[in-house]
């Protein structure tokens, strides 16, 4: 039985400073998701988490230069020692390669079983980050600090942890919960636009599967969003990471309701590892998908053709593609057959059944490349 979705207010609590706490539940553990503007350089931010002797931040060469010694500055009264390993950035470095670097420094230097790792970027480096804290000595704890729109919203919270594999996103990881999360909506200042509008996609996400009202305020609100106001992307981030904790907290490693944050994913992951990883944002292949699946939700007779439209317009509005991109139905169908939500070689898709609840569905092979030639430009065919 999934437990009714709380509402904003009664499950979000504002603390002293201003800041927004979202706790997410596990049951035997529990830990905090802070939002808020000025988190960086608010020492009680970093105080109660775990000491050690060896702090590791992770991060990559485009975030270090924002943000690196204003982490280190808050961690150097808590550690004896807070280094750092600074990876190249993007998509097509979440591998072993990286991966080896993170694990090889720790080997190399101080650190023991008790050092804390830090993951100070987007959601590359937090998935990274977060597999390196999962199998470093069988596990040594994490701090997820999320510089991006969405890994404020995702990929920080909820324990996925992996890296890529040429074959497929994040085949390589585990389920290993962060200690804590710290979103500082100021970091947002500094986020190109296009990343900006990768966020939104996984904000988008959570209306059609959990959240109708939410939807209808992401439409309301989107200019504002796209504007950067803070008061908007405040409440964005809280619902979001409300409702990912509220989804987590009953199926913490994806044995059901978990898949419904999958929305869009099946298809998007087949364009983000079919035109290689980078050359389309993890949040632009979301979009592109979650097109696909409501097109899909609408030719199994779940949803009006309205909805489609509907959720065309939004993912639009926010500056992100609703069109596929061309390649052979032999290749989508290839590429979504790695899927970890497939079961007995059936490839199943998160569909949505009515406003704000989302299921799982196989579809007749015919029936998907209906669905993908519907939302491919005619002439890139
Ligand atoms: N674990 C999960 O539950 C989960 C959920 C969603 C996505 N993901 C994964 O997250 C990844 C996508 O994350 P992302 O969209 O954050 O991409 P990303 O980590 O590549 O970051 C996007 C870009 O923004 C830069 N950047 C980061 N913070 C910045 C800042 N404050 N100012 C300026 N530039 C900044 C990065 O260097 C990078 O170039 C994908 O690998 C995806 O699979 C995981
Ligand atoms: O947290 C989840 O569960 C999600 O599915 C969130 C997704 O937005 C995210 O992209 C996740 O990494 C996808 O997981 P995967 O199991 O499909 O690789
Ligand atoms: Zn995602």
Known sequence: MTAPLPDSTSSAAASAAGATTVAIDLGDRRYDILIGSGLFDDASTWSGLPRAAVALIVTNDTVAPLYLERLKRQLAPHYKQVESVVLPDGEQHKNWASLDRVIDHLLAGAADRKTVLYALGGGVIGDLTGFAAAIYMRGVPFVQVPTTLLAQVDSSVGGKTAINHPRGKNMVGAFYQPVRVVADLDTLDTLPDRELSAGLAEIIKYGPIADEAFLAWIEA?????????????????KRSCEIKAWVVGQDERESGLRAILNFGHTFGHAIETGLGYGEWLHGEGVACGMVLASELSARLGLMPPAFV??????????????????????????????????????????????????GLRGAPDALVAEVIEAHTEPGQR
């Open 309 to 358: 439209d509907r959720m065309t317009r939004v993912i639009e509005r926010a500056g992100l593609p609703v069109v596929a991109p061309r390649m052979p139905i032999e290749r989508w169908l290839d590429l979504m057959r790695v899927d970890k939500k497939n079961e007995g070689g059936e490839i199943r898709f998160v569909v949505i059944e009515s406003l704000g609840k989302a």
């Open 221 to 237: 609100n989107l200019d504002a969003l796209l504007a950067r106001d803070k008061s908007a992307l405040a409440h964005a981030v």
